[in-house]
Structures are given as structure tokens and as C-alpha cells.
């Protein structure tokens, strides 16, 4: 049976539709006999809003889970504070209420990543509390050719700096006490590292900023190059980190592929192409968004109220199988011949200045 729905777009919102079946084990039938239509939908519209399931608490949204998503993924590199709540079910974010998250697509830096996010929400703001959601293909449509095609060559670079006081500490985004266990992760996954003073971890990875999905063949900008650039900073803060920290030692920073900086005009003209791009819809207890992580961007609103939006990943993807422009490498660009050159224990790279 080929099942269909009819999803309703309308501007300035997400593609929505409303969920089927009078209990949950009747909407999770109606879920898997619609899996089809919702990967069809997904495929049009990179996200997808069902509404009015009958999703209580934590244990609900797992078995709607389990309709949709064939295999979970893990959240590796970790970058945010999140609180598990058991069956691979997360909070969205543990980050203050009054923060905005700007969007970005999970795990972008990894050498693999979730296909599928899936986000319910079990209780409601009573203002704000959105989790926008952006199609990157019109953000990638949207940024200016020259800028998107100096991307396409270089890539992007991301350097972190992990640390307690900072971000968080590399023993919590690594899930391991054991700095050899973290030498090899970074190893494997092609970051460079090194330690800095008594127990802060430095690392820097390149990756390709735009990828094709693997399904539909598509060309979608991929990143986290806005999200975590300097420039992104409310200018406060960037001047209170610039002054106290420097800026080889800010908790995350950007960069092209080839180590040059990203200019404060070309953060705001790619910022531009996301807001022209972002969809939003009010939550409402009991409704879930489907997210494809490659196809659309995810953020969050700031919010009052007691929210509770509860998150799954799964259907990992690798980043071979989205034919990146650039290879995944450790380090700059630039740098290549010379660490190639180095002996392992030696390597080492050095912010810009």
C-alpha cells in the first residue's frame, strides 16, 4: 500500500500535517505504513512538523521513535550541554533559556552524522521556545556564488579549545578520562590535538562546507562555519573573550580550509542567507518535527516558561557517501606538506593572531 499525505505549506512555516490514529500504538502503525510518504516529504521539504500525537512523556516519544528511525546514531564531539533521560532520548539543549541557538545541522564536523533528527515536545513555553528550521539548499542558493564557491575550495576549519571554564571540558565531549583514548579518536577522525597548559585540548579539523545527500543528490551547505565564527559573538562578548582569553584560546572558532580568516562581512551575508531560509512553528504538547539533518538546519528561540523538548538521532550517514568537495583533514590546509612532514608526536598547530 503506497500511503500519502497531504502536507500543508504555508509561508513562513514548516510543511505540517496532523497525526493519525485515536492512541499511540494506532499512530505508530500510522507512522510506519506513512514511512514512505514522510521520507518523500522530508525529501521536498527537509523538515516536517506532525501534530497532536499522543506523546506524553519519554517512553511515548521512544516508540514513535522506533516507527520512524531504523538505527539510532550517537552524539559524538559533544559541543552542548544535554541531560539523557534514558532509550537515547536527550534534551535538546541544557543551555539557558534567554540563549538563542543559532541554526546548524548536528554533528556537521564529524566524519559521521545523524540523518534524521526527531524532536517532540512533551511540555510547551509559555512564550518563544521554537525550534526553527532552515533548508540549506536555499541557504547555499542564497549566499553570494563568489563567497559560496571560495567555500566549495577550501572548506571550512573549526578550532576548539575544551576546557571546564570555557566550553566544555574534553573529558565530557569526549566521554573519556583517558587522553591516550582522545589522541586516538582524533586520530582516527582526522583532528589535530595538542595540550595546552595543565588540562586544556586544543584541536583543529578541516571539513568539506557543503556535501550532496546522499539520497536525492543535492548540493546543501553543511556546517557550522556561522555558528561557531567569532564574528557570531554578541559584541560584548567577543570583546570581553578577545580581551580575557585571546583569540587562539576562544571556546570555538572558525576559519576557511586554508587557515584564513572569515571576514565579519562574509559571516553576515551567510547569516542573511539562513534568515531568508528559516521556517518557524509554535510547539504544542504532543507534537514532533523530523528533521534531515543534511537537507535542513535546526535552532532554538529564547523562551519563558518550563519547556521540555525532548530529541533522538539516527540513520547515521558518512561523510564519504555525501562526495565532500574537500577531503576531511586534520589541521589547516595550509599546513598539510608540513605536518605530513612531522612525526606524529610532534604535530602541532598554532592559531592566527
Not at 24 to 38: K, V
Not at 46 to 66: C, I, Q, S, T
Not at 100 to 128: V, W
Not at 163 to 178: K, M, N, Q, V
Amino acid at each position: 500500500m503506497n500511503a500519502t499525505i497531504a502536507w500543508e505549506v504555508r509561508d513562513g512555516r514548516p510543511a505540517a500535517a496532523d497525526a493519525q490514529g485515536t492512541d499511540l500504538g494506532e499512530t505508530c502503525a500510522w507512522l510506519r505504513e506513512n514511512r514512505d510518504a514522510i521520507r518523500a516529504g522530508l525529501d521536498e521539504h527537509g523538515a516536517l512538523y506532525l501534530r497532536g500525537l499522543p506523546v506524553k512523556d519519554v517512553e511515548d516519544f521512544a516508540e514513535v521513535r522506533d516507527a520512524l528511525i531504523s538505527k539510532l546514531a550517537g552524539y559524538v564531539e559533544k559541543a552542548t550541554p544535554r541531560s539523557h533521560f534514558g532509550k537515547d532520548v536527550y534534551s535538546s539543549t541544557d543551555l539557558p533559556p534567554s540563549q538563542t541557538i543559532r541554526p546548524h545541522n548536528e554533528n556537521s564536523y564529524a566524519l559521521s552524522f545523524p540523518g534524521l533528527l526527531m524532536f517532540g515536545c512533551l511540555i510547551a513555553p509559555d512564550t518563544g521556545g521554537a525550534t526553527p528550521v532552515t533548508d540549506v539548499r536555499k541557504v547555499l542558493g542564497n549566499i553570494p556564488q563568489p563567497l559560496a564557491d571560495r567555500f566549495r575550495a577550501h572548506g571550512w576549519s573549526l578550532v576548539r579549545n575544551y576546557g571546564d571554564h570555557i566550553s566544555l571540558g574534553w573529558r565530557t565531549a569526549f566521554g573519556t578520562e583517558d587522553r591516550d583514548e582522545v589522541a586516538a579518536y582524533c586520530a582516527d577522525n582526522r583532528i589535530s590535538h595538542e595540550w595546552v597548559g595543565d588540562d586544556q585540548l586544543r584541536t583543529v579539523q578541516r571539513r568539506s562546507a557543503t556535501i550532496r545527500h546522499p539520497g536525492t543528490g543535492e548540493e546543501a551547505w553543511f556546517n557550522h562555519t556561522v555558528f561557531w565564527n567569532e564574528w557570531a559573538l554578541d559584541p560584548e562578548i567577543r570583546e570581553v573573550f578577545l580581551e580575557d582569553l585571546g583569540r587562539d584560546n576562544l571556546p570555538f572558532n572558525t576559519a576557511y580550509g586554508d587557515g584564513e580568516p572569515i571576514s565579519k562581512q562574509d559571516v553576515e551575508a551567510i547569516d542573511e542567507a539562513y534568515r531568508k531560509a528559516t521556517v518557524r512553528e509554535t510547539w504544542r504538547p504532543g507534537d514532533i518535527l523530523i528533521v534531515d539533518n543534511i537537507l535542513a538546519a535546526h535552532a532554538r528561540e529564547s523562551f519563558k516558561g518550563p519547556r521540555k523538548i525532548v530529541v533522538t538521532m539516527g540513520d547515521p550517514v558518512p561523510l564519504e557517501a555525501c562526495d565532500p568537495t574537500v577531503p576531511p583533514q586534520a589541521g589547516f590546509a595550509r599546513a598539510a606538506a608540513v605536518e605530513t612532514a612531522k612525526p606524529a608526536k610532534a604535530r602541532r598547530w598554532f592559531g592566527r593572531s
